[in-house]
């Protein structure tokens, strides 16, 4: 029912919406610089780091790819010793594509470094 | 071959050393650039310092300016307290440095595209983060893998997630120092190649044309300068990184 209202709405007066829409636009860029801004600062020695954007879309293409294949290794690894053939490797597998996107993201300054968090 | 662009990385035996069992552990033209890299770093560090005058000389001023460089990343990342990993980072940042830049010279040996050896630096690491680690804090360190302010019903599997994140560092470690070296010698390579794939095919012509993969070669040349620099200083930013866990694990 909402959503048939905010149609009419829409249809009824479309500068208003371009308005709504110009206005959200401009708070989620205030909110993308406002997550920015101390991730920009934290990593400040980072950011020379990663000086060419190719440095940097390397290291968060193996971040991804290292957690992945450590958590296959130790999968595998689990799988072997413990004979529980294949469950150790799904699922280590997918807490390590969970700990690669992590990586990335604490790479990417997203999610803040864990020294930095406290 | 000539244009084979995985030749360069071929491990030759130059004298055996000495026989474990069966093998031969002989000395390779990998260890003898890494041999190289140890003289010249040694000799660079102390003749620098061999007359330690007031105004440097360029030596010096070279070295101080290394010295400078690494411990100012070592302060800001690891703090005050890191520095005094400082000689282990130095130490690393210094050996991939030279060995990435012997590796630029035409017919040189890149000892670092190899993951062998990438990956025993980034190993060493994690053992001296894990001991470290342990040493200082006892079973403290492993509150590192317990982030605060998680429910307690998804706790079991932050933490298991924290650890693989935590075990899958060497390897993003060594992998990226070693893809690099590898990917951008291999391009070089096989930009030259094309010069003389041009050249046999083309005849003059090819000659000719084999100008533009040269331009490309000499621009190439200059990233992998950039490269060989910036991926020295990632290693040993991120050595920083890892070791400042070590000392303060999010306590």
């Known amino acids: ?118 | 071959m000539a244009t084979d662009p995985i030749h360069q990385f071929q491990i030759i035996d130059l004298f055996p050393v000495v026989k474990i069992g069966h093998t031969e552990i002989a000395f390779t033209n990998s260890a003898a650039f890494m041999l190289a890299a140890v003289i010249g770093i040694t000799a660079f560090l102390v003749g620098a310092t061999a007359k330690r005058s007031l105004v440097p000389s360029r030596l010096q001023s070279a070295a101080e300016l290394s010295y400078e460089f690494v411990a100012s990343t070592v302060r800001s990342t690891a703090g005050s307290e890191g520095m005094r990993f400082f000689p282990f980072v130095f130490t690393i940042f210094m050996f991939i440095l030279t060995v990435n830049m012997i590796g630029l010279i035409p017919y040189a040996f890149t000892v670092t595209s190899h993951i062998i050896v990438t990956a025993a630096l980034a190993i060493t690491v994690f053992l001296t983060v894990l001991g470290y680690g342990l040493w200082r804090h006892g079973f403290h360190f492993f509150n590192l893998f317990v982030p605060k302010g998680v429910p307690i019903y998804i706790l079991p599997l932050i933490i298991f997630i924290e650890i693989l994140s935590f075990i899958s560092r060497p390897i993003s470690h060594s992998v990226r120092l070693f893809a690099n070296m590898l990917a951008g010698h291999i391009t070089l390579k096989v930009f030259a190649g094309f010069i003389i794939l041009m050249g046999s095919a083309m005849g003059a012509i090819g000659w000719a044309g084999g100008v533009l993969p040269f331009a490309m070669i000499v621009a190439l040349t200059a990233l992998e300068t950039l490269v060989a620099f910036l991926q020295a200083y990632v290693f040993a930013i991120l050595t920083c990184i890892y070791l400042n866990d070590a000392i303060h694990p999010g306590h």
């Open chain 1, 1 to 118: 029912m909402a959503d048939g209202t905010r149609g009419k709405g829409d249809r009824n007066e479309p500068p208003d919406d371009e308005v709504a829409l110009s206005a959200r636009l401009q708070r989620l860029g205030e909110r993308l610089a406002d997550a920015n801004r101390p991730s920009e600062n934290d990593t400040g020695p980072r950011s020379t780091a990663d000086a060419s954007a190719y440095a940097r879309g390397f290291r968060l293409s193996t971040e991804l790819v290292a957690g992945v294949v450590a958590g296959a290794l130790i999968g595998w690894l689990l799988d072997r010793w413990l004979g529980i053939s294949p469950w150790g490797l799904i699922v280590f597998l997918l807490l390590g594509f969970a700990a690669g996107v992590l990586n990335v993201m604490r790479a990417a300054g997203v999610v803040r470094e864990r020294h930095l968090t406290d």
